[in-house]
């Protein structure tokens, strides 16, 4: 089964749970940049993140999208911005055109409920078959060893699912 994990970090959260996730399917991984990054370290990254999330935008992305079409399973990764998915998701969505996958999403959060982002991230991806969905709490800062252990054991999970 090949599968590939595609996901957007902008403090490093997402980042965390991709690479292990990545790690325990054996897979590649793809890190979505933004073209015009946010400030990652300045209280404005609320107001330019939070601002493209409410308003839906597609940030144009650095980074070239590969051909998907051989891999089964794509694993999908997205901070919580203002209770959705992070506005590169929708530009990659509309790029790789991803079709007939099984598909499962992990979301990373400061707190607050990721359910609306995994719902959201569901009907962007609309057509592909949904095979699970994982949540954290900002695990690079807090309870991080466990946190890497539920990304292991959900990975797994995956794929038995399978
Ligand atoms: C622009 C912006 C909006 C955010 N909105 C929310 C939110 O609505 N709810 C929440 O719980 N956390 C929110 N957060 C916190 C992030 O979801 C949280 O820190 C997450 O773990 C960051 O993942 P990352 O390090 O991969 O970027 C927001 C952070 C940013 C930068």
New binding site residues.
């Given amino acids: 089964m090949k599968s590939i994990v595609v996901y957007y970090?902008?403090?490093?959260?997402?980042?965390l749970i991709g690479n292990t996730v990545a790690e325990t399917l054996n897979s590649p991984i793809i890190e979505l940049k933004l073209r015009k990054p946010v400030p990652a370290k300045s209280p404005m990254?609320?107001i330019v993140?939070?601002r493209s999330?409410i308003k839906k935008t597609s940030p144009e992305l650095s980074n070239s999208i590969p051909d998907l079409s051989d891999y089964e399973l794509i694993v999908v990764g997205s901070?919580?911005?203002?209770?959705t998915f992070a506005p590169a998701l929708r530009t990659f969505a509309s790029k790789a055109r991803i079709e007939n996958k099984k598909i499962a999403f992990f979301a990373?959060?400061?707190?607050?409920s990721t359910q609306k982002c995994i719902s959201e991230m569901q009907f962007l991806f609309e057509g592909n078959d949904f095979i699970g969905d994982t949540s954290f709490v900002?695990p690079?800062l807090k309870d991080t060893e466990n946190c890497i252990h539920k990304a292991q054991k959900w990975a797994d999970s995956l794929i038995l699912s399978l």
């Fill in positions: 970090s902008l403090e490093g959260n997402c980042k990254k609320f993140g939070g999330a901070p919580v911005w203002a209770g990373c959060s400061g707190g607050g900002t690079s």
